[in-house]
């Protein structure tokens, strides 16, 4: 489904500000936000890559009433003095923050024994140091300003389940979901909401080079543990994301929901049944008839 839900103006009048905003993810969300009428500011460590979103995303979505407006802002979510100087800027340059996209992300597959404590660090410096010191942030911001603001955090199906290869990221994934469903419980009384999205497998350069690497691609197909033997398309998760920043979703907190096909599904134990062909079905149901039959007598 590549089309956009929300009705045309769905986020008018707000201001987003989307961590990892100048690739991937971020990116398609970010343009499906501006498409519905937020602006939205943009950040992550590289200034020249962000700057180049932010034109192609103008170019693409450009409106003249003077809504839907991108900044970029170059920004390190492990520097509290960066994140602190994001928010000044996006409220000077729109007036307010109404939501905030925790998006940004470092994962590389390795045997975990392999990892030096810096290859540990760096990625749970990133996704769980990154996603707490932005939402303290913004949170004082709205608390001390009474604004509602709304975070919505990207996890992963494996935040809940755990998963090997990927440990560091799990552990900041888990992490911050725990932040997310804390947060929506103590600051639910200002009006704040915390959601998070895990969505599975949606291709993007920054996950495939690091998840997918060329001599793997050749030996696992992502899809075929999916039920719905597709990956994710970007559009499906942006209509997702403007919804739970939106005030539709006023009445959702503490939540995450998972858009993955059903991959997370795969986990029990005996779907790797589903390989059986019809015939070696027959030789099974045969083979436990006859232990039931034993067993009898
Ligand atoms: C479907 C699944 C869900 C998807 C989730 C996602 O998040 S997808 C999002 C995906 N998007 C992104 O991830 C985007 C952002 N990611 C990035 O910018 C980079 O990938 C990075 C910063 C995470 C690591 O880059 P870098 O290495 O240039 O950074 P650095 O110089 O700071 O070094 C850190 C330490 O890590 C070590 N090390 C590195 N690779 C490996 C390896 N394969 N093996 C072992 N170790 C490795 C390296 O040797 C060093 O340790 P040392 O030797 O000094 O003790
Ligand atoms: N693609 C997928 O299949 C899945 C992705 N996800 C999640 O989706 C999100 C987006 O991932 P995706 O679009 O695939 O990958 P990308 O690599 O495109 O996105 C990661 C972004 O994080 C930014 N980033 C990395 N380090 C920092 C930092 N220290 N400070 C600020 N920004 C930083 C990067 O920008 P820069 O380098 O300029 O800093 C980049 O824009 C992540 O949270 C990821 O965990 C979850 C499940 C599946």
Redesign the pocket.
């Given at each position: 489904m590549n089309q956009g839900m929300l009705r045309e103006g769905a986020l008018q009048g707000k201001t987003i500000i989307v961590?990892?905003?100048?690739?991937?993810?971020?990116k398609s969300m970010s343009r499906y936000f501006l498409q519905l009428g937020a602006n939205v500011t943009i950040?992550?460590?590289?200034q020249n890559?962000?700057d180049e979103a932010a034109k192609e995303l103008m170019d693409e979505t450009g409106r003249s009433d003077g809504s839907g407006q991108v900044l970029a802002l170059a920004?390190?979510?492990?520097n509290p003095q960066e994140i602190e100087n994001v928010i000044a800027e996006t409220v000077n340059r729109f007036g307010r923050i109404d939501g905030l996209l925790n998006?940004?992300?470092?994962?590389f597959i390795s045997p975990t024994e392999r990892l030096s404590y810096k290859a540990f660090d760096v990625i749970v410096d990133?996704?769980l140091r990154?996603t707490y010191y932005f939402t303290l942030a913004v949170g004082k911001h709205w608390i001390e300003n009474q604004i509602k603001g709304t975070v919505l955090n990207?996890?992963?199906t494996y935040a809940q389940t755990g998963s090997g290869y990927v440990v560091p990221?799990a552990v900041a994934?888990g992490g911050a979901l725990i932040m997310t469903k804390s947060l929506a419980a103590e600051w639910g009384k200002y009006g704040i909401r915390l959601n998070a999205i895990a969505?599975?497998?949606?291709?993007?350069?920054?996950?495939w080079d690091r998840l997918f690497p060329e001599p793997l691609m050749k030996l696992m197909d992502p899809t075929s543990r999916i039920p719905l033997k597709r990956v994710g398309e970007h559009q499906e998760l942006a209509n997702l994301a403007a919804y739970l920043l939106s005030d539709f979703s006023g009445f959702v907190t503490g939540e995450c929901i998972t858009i993955d096909g059903g991959e997370v599904l795969m986990a029990g134990e005996f779907n790797h049944l589903e390989q059986v062909s019809s015939e070696m079905w027959d030789v099974i149901e045969q083979t436990i008839k006859q232990a039931n039959r034993a067993s009898k007598s």
């Open positions: 961590t990892g905003g100048g690739t991937g993810l971020g950040c992550s460590r590289r890559v962000l920004c390190d979510v492990r998006n940004s992300a470092g994962n990133i996704v990154g990207i996890s992963t990221s994934k969505p599975g497998p949606f291709p993007t350069k920054g996950a």
